[in-house]
């Protein structure tokens, strides 16, 4: 029944159910241990034409999309409030991919900071990790994030450290743009939205990416 819904959802945005079902960009990616409806919903909603009009567009239309497939799924607010995440991390990583910034890394786990998943992450012969948090909504969550860079700097104090937002709020958004311009943010660096996204993958062009030493990382799911 859920394949049903989600074709004919296809059907009325106006995509072929059959090219959406080979177009699965989070089952080719590898990352996933557990195949299940959150990634079933992102696969059958992306649409990777939306790179023409932009990172920017395409981070935000996809999860848009993802929200508004999920809900006609019947899925709660709830449940789709907690699939956001990982969508947004996917799209990232499928943006990255698409642009040729790879290898990077899906929550990677550095040996000398334990527990403390990254959602995206880089490793470049110029800083060392450049890190991506990927964060739906701001809220409070970019405190969190800047404790976590806290943490990741005290082992590489040349990292960067970025948080990726998908926030509407634009006087929230700019509110803590000022906090990490005035240093009130102990170690992110900057804030990306989809009205700036786009800037970050044009610096990330510029890095010469490479893999860890083996002794670096102590987990994560690799995207080449």
């Known amino acids: 029944m859920r394949r049903v819904l989600l074709a004919?959802?296809?059907?009325?945005?106006?995509?072929?159910?059959t090219l959406a079902a080979t177009n699965a960009p989070v089952r080719e990616l590898g990352i996933v241990r557990t195949y299940g409806e959150s990634?079933?919903?992102?696969?059958?909603?992306?649409?990777?034409?939306?790179?023409d009009k932009g990172v920017g567009y395409f981070l935000l239309h996809t999860i848009q999309n993802c929200r508004s497939n999920a809900?006609?799924?019947e899925k709660t607010p709830q449940s789709i409030g907690s699939m956001g995440g990982s969508w947004l991390e996917w799209a990232t990583l499928i943006a990255l991919k698409h642009k040729g910034i790879v290898p990077a890394y899906w929550q990677a786990e550095f040996a000398a900071v334990p527990n403390n998943f990254n959602d995206v992450t880089l490793?470049?012969?110029?800083?060392?990790?450049?890190?991506?948090s990927c964060k739906t909504s701001l809220r409070e969550r970019y405190k969190q994030a800047d404790l976590e860079a806290v943490a990741l700097r005290a082992h590489f104090p040349n990292a960067k450290l970025f948080l990726?937002?998908?926030d509407a709020d634009r006087k929230h958004l700019a509110r803590t743009r000022r906090k990490i311009a005035e240093k009130e943010l102990l170690a992110l660096q900057d804030i990306?939205?989809?009205d700036n996204v786009d800037e970050l993958f044009t610096f990330l062009k510029t890095l010469n990416l490479t893999e860890p030493d083996t002794k670096i990382l102590r987990s994560g799911k690799m995207v080449r």
Do not use: C, Q
């Open 8 to 17: 004919v959802l296809l059907l009325l945005a106006g995509r072929s159910p």
């Open 39 to 51: 990634a079933e919903i992102f696969d059958h909603t992306v649409n990777l034409a939306d790179f």
């Open 71 to 73: 809900a006609a799924h």
């Open 123 to 132: 490793w470049t012969k110029e800083h060392g990790p450049v890190i991506i």
């Open 164 to 166: 990726l937002t998908l």
């Open 192 to 194: 990306y939205a989809e």
